[in-house]
């Protein structure tokens, strides 16, 4: 018995090992990518264009009799002989954006090799936000129960942000993802296919906005997923321990496929839309570009 347990562990010790090289090897990799993307969108994620305290200039206005007189700048108002002119700077107090992506249990699924799996497209996507938060001066952190940790900043908070993201677990898709644990207003964003049943998603979504949290789920799907260009007999397995689902003439459910799949999403929108969330959708067959700079218009739009 000893000698059985000894080599559980030993074997166990082996699979760990082979597990963080493979993490390691992926690292570079997914960084490389993410900058690659997230560099044409260099001017930031946003601009809050709003007074606040800071040290970077936003604009001048004309001043008023509620302003404070040391608010007035002198050498701006010398220019114009009948009105003073107030200094005002941009609002810097840096916000905090969670991120979540779906792995494994069916995510990490694609149909054409040419095609990456929505796992792999998730990540990249994280990732690049992550580095376009970064450079934003946002602070950014990983939904996540065992590899999330704090909220994230500094120049190599990008690097440590996907460092998290590959060390993180498998999670079901059975349940929703994680919420943000904290009493400040947060913005959040989930990349998945959520094909959960819709009356957990939307408990989930309302305790969210309740909480204050400003949500955005992104659904990214494989083409094949929503298109369902399949034929003949077919098996289709979620997972080893779940039975098949089994399609006689899979051409002859194609169009009732299509819209019950298409009829989830639309529910699942207006869920996000009816607690004031946003709902995205993304192919994998798409540039990742387009999913980035969707999701830049909304986390703006935020601000």
Not at 14 to 21: C, D, P, T
Not at 166 to 185: C, F, V, Y
Not at 254 to 268: D, G, I, K, M, V
């Amino acid at each position: 018995m000893a000698a059985t347990s000894s080599i559980k562990s030993s074997q166990q010790a082996l699979n760990l090992q082979a597990r963080g090289e493979q993490e390691a090897a992926r690292l570079p990799a997914l960084l490389l990518a993410a900058e690659k993307i997230a560099g044409t969108l260099m001017l930031g994620l946003h601009g809050r264009h709003r007074a606040g305290p800071g040290e970077t200039f936003w604009q001048y206005r004309p001043y008023d009799v509620s302003d404070d007189r040391k608010m007035i700048d002198w050498r701006q108002s010398a220019r114009s002989p009948s009105r003073l002119y107030i200094r005002q700077t941009e609002w810097e107090s840096a916000d905090i954006v969670y991120i979540w992506t779906a792995c494994g249990n069916g995510f990490d699924f694609h149909y054409n090799d040419a095609l990456p799996e929505k796992q792999q497209r998730a990540e990249l996507i994280a990732a690049a936000l992550a580095i376009l938060l970064n450079r934003a001066g946002e602070r950014i952190g990983l939904l996540d129960e065992k590899h999330g940790g704090p909220p994230l900043s500094g120049r190599d908070a990008p690097q440590r942000f996907v460092t998290r993201l590959i060390q993180r677990e498998e999670n079901t898709g059975k349940s929703p993802p994680p919420l943000p644990q904290t009493r400040q207003k947060v913005q959040a964003v989930y990349l998945g296919d959520f094909y959960q049943p819709l009356d957990r998603l939307a408990d989930w979504i309302r305790k969210g906005s309740a909480q204050g949290i400003r949500g955005t789920l992104m659904q990214i799907c494989d083409p094949s997923e929503e298109d369902f260009p399949f034929e003949g007999r077919l098996a289709f397995y979620q997972s080893p321990d779940e039975a098949p689902l089994v399609f006689g003439n899979a051409a002859a459910s194609r169009e009732r496929y299509q819209q019950r799949f298409a009829a989830h999403r639309q529910t699942l929108a207006e869920i996000c839309r009816r607690h004031g969330w946003r709902f995205l959708h993304h192919r994998t067959s798409s540039p990742s570009l387009e999913a980035l700079l969707a999701l830049h218009n909304i986390l703006a739009g935020e601000r």
